[in-house]
């Protein structure tokens, strides 16, 4: 069974960058869209970003002009480049497919912007 592991968060100060990765067990990317999800706690997740397989993205508006998601689909890797971070992007981070599918909830990676 496929499974995304979600890798590249941490502590960060506001303003500055972080680069996240979702690495598949398998091929899924060139077949699915993909997208990153965060949540808050007592909040609902949210999409923050999506790729499709023709490599078209879209962005919540939040993050709009800050954020980018890529697809390695040699490497079964999708990324998500974060600059000009905010406390109000401190969120657990999560890849799945677009939509989202139950069974590819995976860990995530807490990213947290602070000083």
């Known amino acids: 069974q496929v499974q995304l592991v979600a890798s590249g968060g941490g502590l960060v100060q506001p303003g500055g960058s972080l680069r996240l990765s979702c690495a598949a067990s398998?091929?899924?990317?060139?077949?699915?869209?993909m997208a990153w999800y965060r949540q808050v706690p007592g909040k609902q997740r949210e999409l923050v970003a999506g790729i499709t397989t023709g490599d078209s993205t879209n962005y919540a508006d939040s993050v709009q002009g800050r954020f980018t998601i890529s697809r390695d689909s040699a490497k079964n890797t999708v990324y998500l480049q974060m600059n000009s971070l905010k406390a109000e992007d401190t969120a657990v981070y999560y890849c799945?497919?677009?939509?989202?599918?139950?069974?590819?909830w995976g860990q995530g990676t807490q990213v947290t912007v602070s000083s």
């Open positions: 398998g091929s899924i990317f060139s077949i699915f869209a």
């Open positions: 799945n497919t677009a939509p989202p599918a139950s069974r590819y």
